[in-house]
């Protein structure tokens, strides 16, 4: 049975570049961290997910796939839970220090938030993470960390 889950995807953009992020429009990305925040609860559940986003070559389909290519992803937090929380988590990230919003509706199309994609001008700690989380919801269940060293295409 495939799980659901919610992830938080950190990549890093070596050098600033000129994106254009499908009909959200072109945007200026600095040299930095990014996270973006996504649940997966379609077939395969969050591991075909995150296989999908780690693969290279295929057409766009979210707006982290236009960013995906440029980038190296270096972090992925993930917990596995049929709850909601990807809003949770992207308002989260945004309360943390360094945390910046670059693209208003990245990966927001469908809900309130500003954006489910944070820019960071150092990479948050899982630690500090998790804790804000639980302040603001103290049921939630603890992310798992893994690194990555994928290198960008
Ligand atoms: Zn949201």
């Known amino acids: 049975m495939p799980e659901a889950g919610t992830y938080l995807l950190f990549m890093h953009l070596d050098r600033e570049a000129e994106i254009t992020v499908g009909h959200l429009g072109t945007f200026g990305f600095a040299a930095a961290y990014y996270c973006y925040v996504g649940s997966a609860r379609g077939p395969g559940g969050l591991k075909a997910r ?18 995906l290519p440029q ?6 937090w993930t917990v596995h839970s049929i709850e909601r ?12 220090p360094g945390a910046e919003v670059l693209v208003h509706g990245f990966g927001s199309s469908d809900c ?22 639980r302040l603001l919801n103290p049921g939630v ?11 960008a295409s």
């Open 141 to 151: 269940p603890f992310f798992t960390g893994t690194l990555h060293s994928s290198a």
């Open 112 to 133: 309130r938030c500003e954006t489910h994609l944070v820019y960071f001008s150092t990479l948050p700690s899982l630690r500090g993470f998790c804790g804000r989380l």
């Open 71 to 76: 980038a190296t992803v270096t972090e992925v």
């Open 50 to 67: 995150l296989a999908r986003h780690l693969r290279h070559r295929k057409k766009p389909h979210w707006h982290v796939d236009y960013l």
């Open 85 to 96: 929380l990807e809003c949770l988590c992207a308002h989260t990230l945004l309360g943390m």
